[in-house]
């Protein structure tokens, strides 16, 4: 049983909110408590899981995180509905076709290292300042498992995610005398529509074989990353920053 609370008062932007562990997130958030501002390139995804928001719920906003001035006036748009915020989710990402290094199409690996690393670099042009103007706040950033236990076949998607994990230490540190906290998630393949966009909806033997290299024996929840996104987020882990916190059912040490 969640007892609610432990965000209470708290504002959260979540990005990639619309579904798959972003959704879980923004839905957990509010039921501990927290106004959730429901960040996705997709408005419609978004404003579906911001209806469904419990407790003080929350608002949704458009935006592309690989663009600079969709950032800033998603940021102006939170802050003039909610106030200043305290806590940022980065969970937004892209993933890849399973492919040799040099067969994934240039196009498609532009985009995937303007999302999923470019990002932050607008996340700290746009977003920081408020965090940094309230007097500190939490900073989770999704990053995953195979950026500390790779496999081949997503060689590129696999770097970006090494990079947040690189990018969440470093802020961790530099940001700590401005009283933000900064840590990751690093999940395991999960059961959201990502996986389909790697594999294709009728591939159950690859996903299969995915599984089988996780321990506990089953992908990745959106629950279970919404579980550690509160912890991280909350005061609770007041002490904690620059941490990657594994949710990966034992992969890495199966």
């Known amino acids: 049983m969640i007892v609610p609370g432990r965000l209470e008062g708290r504002v959260a932007i979540v990005t990639g909110a619309g579904s798959g562990f972003g959704a879980g997130i923004a839905r957990r958030y509010a039921r501990e408590g927290a106004r959730v501002a429901c960040v996705d390139i997709d408005l419609d995804a978004a404003r579906a899981v911001a209806d469904s928001l419990e407790g003080p719920g929350g608002h949704a906003f458009r935006c592309d995180i690989a663009d600079g001035a969709s950032w800033a006036m998603m940021v102006a748009e939170t802050t003039a509905r909610f106030g200043p915020f305290d806590t940022i989710v980065a969970n937004a990402a892209l993933t890849q076709k399973p492919a040799r ?143 990657v916190l594994p949710v990966d059912g034992g992969r890495l040490v199966g």
């Not at 196009?107 to 103007?133: C, E, G, Q």
């Not at 994990?165 to 906290?181: F, G, K, N, W, Y």
């Not at 990353?225 to 005061?235: G, Q, T």
Request: charge should be positive; hydrophobic fraction near 50%; charged fraction near 20%.
């Open 101 to 243: 290094l040099a067969k994934t199409p240039e196009r498609d690996l532009d985009r995937l290292l303007a999302v999923n690393i470019k990002s932050f670099y607008h996340l700290a042009v746009h977003a920081l300042p408020v965090l940094r103007k309230r007097g500190g706040g939490a900073v989770v950033n999704i990053a995953s498992v195979t950026a500390v236990r790779p496999r081949p076949g997503m060689a590129w998607y696999q770097a970006t995610k090494a990079a947040v994990v690189s990018l969440t230490q470093t802020m961790a540190a530099e940001l700590a005398p401005d009283r933000i906290r900064v840590n990751a998630i690093a999940p395991a393949v999960g059961a959201t529509p990502m996986l389909q966009s790697m594999f294709g909806p009728d591939d159950q033997a690859s996903i299969d074989r995915v599984v089988a290299t996780i321990p506990l024996g089953r992908l990745c929840t959106p629950d279970d990353i919404a579980a550690a996104a509160v912890y991280l987020a909350s005061d609770e882990a007041s002490f904690v920053t620059g941490a």
